[in-house]
């Protein structure tokens, strides 16, 4: 079946460091991909999106890029600030006419420290 | 407009006891999914309904768990004889399906967090 594997938190970092969170995908075919964010108390938000190979998305100075070849979608951010920490997840959709449910990752636990 | 909403926020039930959480997606969504998240992990599906049509129940968990959307807007998840193991945070999510767009975007509620005792 389809499976996201991303890497383990908490990550901590101080502000204005460089984040990188690893992702890794298994699909039987070809899958958009996903990061969604979810802040402390609220709920599960999309972070960005990319549906093909090499397409990079992008949203509130992250950025990920699909790479096929490697079955990756790995998250970045330049600088972080204190209010980036959250919760990310990594996630698939295979499309198909029943419907596009979601795939997730555990989730990695972002901790940015002034 | 209003996002999806989720009633209880919480809910604290015995074993044993039925439940029934509820979703309200925004208006016009066509298509609404359920996931359950355990505790540090992602979330997992559990069923999606476009409209009233339930077109995809594989992820419900055992026989006790029901869903319904019967007007196609609200849906109501409910969980039977609730044990242990069925407490978690459930959340609901709506999206529209847009002619062309492959991809739609799924919008999330805030989640219900069920604890069995």
């Known amino acids: 079946g389809n499976s996201v594997t991303q890497m383990e938190g908490p990550v901590t970092l101080s502000e204005e460091a460089f984040l990188t969170i690893n992702c890794t995908y298994t699909?039987?075919?070809?899958?958009?991909l996903f990061w969604y964010v979810q802040y402390p108390g609220e709920g599960l938000q999309l972070l960005l999106k990319?549906?093909?190979?090499?397409d990079k998305g992008s949203n509130k100075g992250f950025e990920a890029t699909y790479r096929k070849e490697t079955t990756s979608f790995h998250l970045e951010k330049g600088s972080v600030q204190v209010s980036d920490s959250a919760v990310y997840f990594c996630?698939?959709?295979?499309?198909?006419?029943?419907?596009?449910?979601?795939?997730f990752g555990g989730g990695t636990r972002v901790l940015v420290k002034p | 407009g209003a996002g999806v909403s989720q009633s209880p926020r919480y809910k604290v039930a015995k074993r044993g006891q039925d439940v029934a959480l509820r979703c309200d997606p925004i208006?016009?969504?066509?298509?609404l999914f359920w996931y359950q998240q355990a505790l540090g992990q992602g979330p997992e599906f559990l069923t999606y309904?476009?409209?009233?049509?339930?077109?995809?129940k594989s992820g419900l968990p055992s026989d006790r768990f029901f869903a319904e959307r019967p007007e196609g807007s609200v849906s109501t998840l409910k969980i039977q004889r609730t044990q242990q193991e069925d407490s978690a945070v459930y959340l609901c999510?709506?999206?529209?399906?847009?002619?062309?767009?492959?991809?739609?975007?799924?919008?999330f509620g805030p989640g219900t967090r069920l604890t069995v005792l």
């Open positions: 999510a709506s999206s529209f399906r847009l002619a062309g767009e492959i991809t739609d975007t799924q919008y």
């Open positions: 699909a039987t075919g070809y899958p958009s």
């Open positions: 990319a549906t093909k190979a090499d």
């Open positions: 996630a698939l959709i295979m499309i198909k006419a029943a419907g596009n449910k979601l795939t």
């Open positions: 208006s016009g969504h066509v298509s």
């Open positions: 309904f476009q409209n009233e049509a339930q077109l995809d």
